[in-house]
Nanobody, 122 residues
Framework: QVQLVESGGGLVQAGGSLRLSCAAS????????MAWFRQAPGKEREFVAI????????YYAGSVKGRFNISRDNAKLTVYLQMNSLKPEDTAVYYC???????????????WGQGTQVTVSS
């Protein structure tokens, strides 16, 4: 029910930082939990981070905890993923997704953005 468009991806060297943005449409954006997933070539789409409707609760995959930070600005209808200390293993297409439920499983999401490519060189 909500349309999502990711941006901010690009090429960065290991140890660098990027901030991804996900712009949403819809008058009820603030009622959705928002999550980031990523998918590398030949691999399944995997969970990265999630933030609840108020922005007060977050949860991260162990592989990114301490390096990535998810946040949202409901007034701007946007969710962000600040990525620090990037590693080559972080290379993937990053997708944002919206859900009425607090879930980390990709199959539980029906609303996806088109994805933005993040490439981390060594």
């Amino acid at each position: 029910q909500v349309q999502l468009v990711e941006s901010g991806g690009g090429l960065v060297q290991a140890g660098g930082s990027l901030r991804l943005s996900c712009a949403a449409s819809g008058r009820t954006f603030s009622s959705f939990n928002m999550a980031w997933f990523r998918q590398a070539p030949g691999k399944e789409r995997e969970f990265v981070a999630i933030i609840n409707w108020s922005g007060r609760s977050t949860y991260y995959a162990g592989s990114v905890k301490g390096r990535f930070n998810i946040s949202r600005d409901n007034a701007k209808l946007t969710v962000y993923l600040q990525m620090n200390s990037l590693k080559p293993e972080d290379t993937a297409v990053y997708y944002c997704a919206a859900s009425k439920d607090w879930v980390t499983t990709r199959g539980s999401y029906d609303n996806w953005g088109q994805g933005t490519q993040v490439t981390v060189s060594s």
